[in-house]
């Protein structure tokens, strides 16, 4: 599978507290890469740690290029409840480039199957959303048939998040093979993403790439194989 990734679209700086890099830092190294585009998207306010929200209220201050490289600016914003509610304000959320959403246990406790799985499908109908990060993580039971359908229907593209595999969510690939399986069978999208807390992680996709290529998906369905996808993507729901 010749799969080239021209874009990181989830990583972390200082701002989410327990990100070790800058903006500057991660642009760089994704230049060093060969990398045409990346997204900054810090943890939501809710997060131990997590940024206020005038940090995403001060867009207007954020650099949208660094070096010849495309910094999209967003936030991974955390599913605060069943109803699907996010824990950053829609305002707010309008103002961002991206948005990805996802689960974390500090915020929404780790639940059985069906309200996982209900909590994720409300989160998937907000227009807002862009991307839905690690679902493939063992502590969240999901219907992935059921929310890759949704998620196939709205637009929304299912991340493989390479640090699921490397650092973080033990028991990860397992879920992701079958996740990518499903969007693969219903003919959706996905994107490849570092979850890079370090800016020498930004751009690490290989285990992610790997199970990729293991389950046959058609690398023309990979968001971040191509910027004119990204930009694409992001821009349809622009006002
Ligand atoms: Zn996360
Ligand atoms: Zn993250």
Request: hydrophobic residues 40%; proline residues 6%; aromatic residues 6%.
């Amino acid at each position: 599978m010749n799969l080239n990734l021209v874009g990181d679209l989830h990583t972390h700086t200082v701002a989410s507290g327990h990100g070790y890099s800058t903006v500057m830092e991660i642009a760089q190294v994704a230049k060093r890469k060969k990398l045409e585009v990346v997204a900054i998207t810090d943890h939501s306010p809710e997060m131990p740690g997590g940024p206020l929200p005038i940090y995403f209220e001060s867009h207007g201050h954020f650099p949208r290029e660094i070096a010849g490289v495309k910094i999209y600016f967003g936030v991974e914003a955390d599913i605060l409840d069943e109803k699907g509610n996010l824990a950053l304000d829609e305002k707010l959320l309008k103002k961002l480039d991206i948005v990805i959403v996802s689960f974390h246990p500090q915020i929404f406790p780790p639940a059985s199957r069906e309200i996982n799985t209900q909590a994720l499908l409300r989160a998937i109908e907000n227009p807002l959303v862009d991307i839905i990060a690690h679902p493939g993580n063992p502590r969240y039971p999901l219907d992935y048939e059921r929310v890759v359908e949704a998620a196939v229907s709205r637009g929304k593209v299912i991340e493989i998040n390479n640090s699921s595999f490397t650092i973080t969510r033990r028991g990860s690939r397992e879920n992701c093979r079958l996740i990518a399986q499903e969007v693969k069978k219903q003919g959706g999208w996905v994107a490849v993403s570092s979850d890079a807390h370090f800016c020498e992680t930004v751009g690490e996709f290989k285990e992610a790439q790997g199970l990729l290529e293991e389950v046959g998906f058609p690398p023309e369905r990979v968001l971040n194989s191509s910027r004119d996808n990204i930009e694409k993507f992001l821009n349809r729901k622009r006002r």
